[in-house]
């Protein structure tokens, strides 16, 4: 079984400018640079047959290259729990084109389509229940703000589950141009 999900990798610049601002969270689980993206649709574990066939699809998907910047900051929850704290992305029309586009590919290899909202954004922690407050991280990073910046080929990851949490090794990258 082959655990996939379709993403995009800021430059090392903007990398290094997230990996800055993480910190003062007791608890939280940091992403490390090798870690850092923007998910276009997440997989989950399909059999070797089905993701050569999605990495076959995904090599149609044709659309431009994406122009975006970091915009904010912000916590998912989960049963009023929050459970990540996330940098956003803007502006968010192509990143949903582009999700749309590798949402469609996918079902063609017989995948179900993606039924959740799209929020293009970059996870920066996951919390658990013994995590401290993140009020502080999101007020002192509302503002966090980038240069533009080019997103050209979107990724193909496979992702192993482990004690210090996900590894995502990078499989095909495919291009985006026009």
């Not at 992403?31 to 047959?49: A, K, V």
């Not at 290259?65 to 998912?76: D, E, K, N, R, Y």
């Amino acid at each position: 079984m082959h655990r996939l999900f379709v993403g995009l990798r800021p430059p090392p610049a903007i990398r290094a400018q997230l990996l800055q601002a993480m910190g003062g969270v007791t608890g939280a689980r940091w992403q490390d640079d090798s870690q850092l993206h923007l998910t276009l649709r997440f997989i989950g574990e399909i059999e070797r047959p089905q993701a050569e066939d999605v990495a076959i699809a995904l090599s149609n998907v044709r659309f431009p290259a994406i122009h975006v910047a970091l915009a904010g900051v912000g916590q998912f929850e989960s049963r009023g729990r929050p459970n990540a704290l996330w940098a956003g992305v803007r502006p968010h029309d192509a990143l949903a084109g582009l999700h749309k586009k590798v949402d469609q590919a996918l079902v063609r290899c017989g995948l179900l389509p993606e039924r959740r909202a799209y929020l293009p954004h970059i996870t920066l922690a996951r919390l658990n229940a013994a995590a401290g407050p993140a009020e502080r991280f999101l007020e002192s990073h509302a503002g966090l703000a980038s240069a533009p910046f080019t997103l050209d080929h979107f990724l193909l990851f496979e992702s192993t589950l482990g004690r210090e949490g996900a590894i995502y090794e990078a499989i095909e990258r495919y291009p985006l141009r026009g």
